[in-house]
Each structure stands twice: as C-alpha cells, then as structure tokens.
C-alpha cells in the first residue's frame, strides 16, 4: 500500500472532488426573463458570483428544514440584490434551488466502485448545508457511505477539524488509520489538524499513492 499503509477508512470532500456544478447561468437567466427581468449572462454570473459567497460563509445555518428554508430564502435574496431584480425571495427561492444541477465528477462512480471493493468504509466530509445527502442519494452514490458530515451539522467549517472529528467517530476508526482526499487547502489544513492523512483530488490519487 505504499505511504498509505494501514489505512483503514477514507473520507472525501463533495464539491470539487466528487461532484460539480452545471452551469446555472442559462437556468437563472430564463427564470429572470419569465418574471420579466431581463440580464445578461455576465450579470447574472455576477449575481450568482455574489450569491456563491454568501452561501461559503453562511452554509452552516442550513441545519433542518426550517434553517434549510431561511438560508435558501437569504441566498436567493442576495442573488436577487446582485441582478437588481425586485422579486420576491420567498417565491423565487425554490425555483433558484432547483436551477442548480449537480453532477457527478468524471471517474467518481468508478473510483468510489474500486473503493468499495477494497472493503474500505468511505465518509463524505463537506462544507454544505443539511441537503448533501439527499443530492448524493439522487447521483447514485449515497450508498457507498456510511458516514456524511457537513460544516452545518458539525457546526462549524473545514479547516476545523470537528467536522473530521465526527467523520472519524461515525466510521469507528482512528484519525492514524483514515486519509482524507480534497481538492481545497482547507481539506488538507482541517485533516491534517485531526490526525488524518491528506491526499489531494482527484479522488483517483489515492489509488496512485497506495502502489
């Protein structure tokens, strides 16, 4: 197993090394022209921009429905300011949240696959709000874990280390024997603050690391 022996479980960032977003420019674009508001894409890329940051520094509020609805509520908002669109937030909310497309990352099925195989139990470490396992369910690999932990149930984000801390306990083993893959300084940072090791996205290194 190389530098990765006596691994005994491996956690995985979400966005960026498992999923991605579609571009929702074209999504948001047409739900402003049907509610006649008419921007450009780079405008509405902008108040997406805006909204992406808000969402970075607020996503641990997202922790049940209720949070869930107040946040989604607030991020559509700040979209809404950004594009200089007079809507209102609460109707637009669903209707923004439901532009956004997941997908899965190029080789992840495939990489999670050859994980599972290996007997390896598998977490999902994430900066995200209490929906993650819900979006990770509907691309087909919710399954494959047996532990998700996101900033708003931990509390508090990536690079803190509370977040690896639950990972580590719901999969039973000890931060010498986990590695995290990431694709963002705060992964290695927040790993390596729990006792884990770090390698970095894409999720197919790990196994260039354990030859």
């Known amino acids: ?36 508001v008419e921007r450009s894409r780079e405008e509405v890329a ?26 989604r509520r607030d991020c559509a908002a700040v979209f809404l300011d950004a594009a200089g669109a007079e809507l209102s937030p609460e109707e637009f ?6 532009a956004l497309e997941f997908r899965l990352l190029d080789g992840a099925a495939d990489a999670l696959e050859q994980l599972s195989t290996r ?8 900066n995200w709000d ?9 691309l087909g690999i919710g399954g494959y874990f047996r532990a998700v932990v996101t900033s708003a149930r931990a509390g508090s984000p990536k690079p803190a280390p509370r977040i690896f801390e639950l990972a580590l306990e719901r999969l039973d083993v000890p931060a010498e024997r986990a590695v995290h893959v990431g694709d963002d300084p705060a992964d290695e940072a927040g790993a390596r603050a729990a006792g884990m090791r770090f390698v970095p996205a894409p999720l197919e290194n790990l196994f260039e690391a354990c030859e």
Not at 57 to 69: K, M, P, V
Not at 119 to 126: D, E, F, Q, T
Request: overall charge negative; aromatic content about 6%.
């Open 46 to 71: 902008q108040a997406f921009a805006a909204e992406i940051t808000y969402y970075r520094a607020h996503s641990i509020e997202g922790r049940d429905d209720e949070s869930l609805a107040t946040l």
């Open 93 to 98: 909310a669903p209707h923004f949240t439901a």
């Open 130 to 138: 209490s929906e993650l396992p819900v979006i990770l369910e509907r």
């Open 119 to 126: 007997g390896l139990p598998l977490g999902v470490v994430s």
């Open 1 to 36: 197993m190389g530098r990765l022996s006596g691994v005994e479980a491996v956690t995985i960032d979400a966005f960026g090394t498992l999923v991605e977003l579609a571009d929702p420019v074209p999504a948001l674009r047409e739900l402003l022209r049907t509610r006649v």
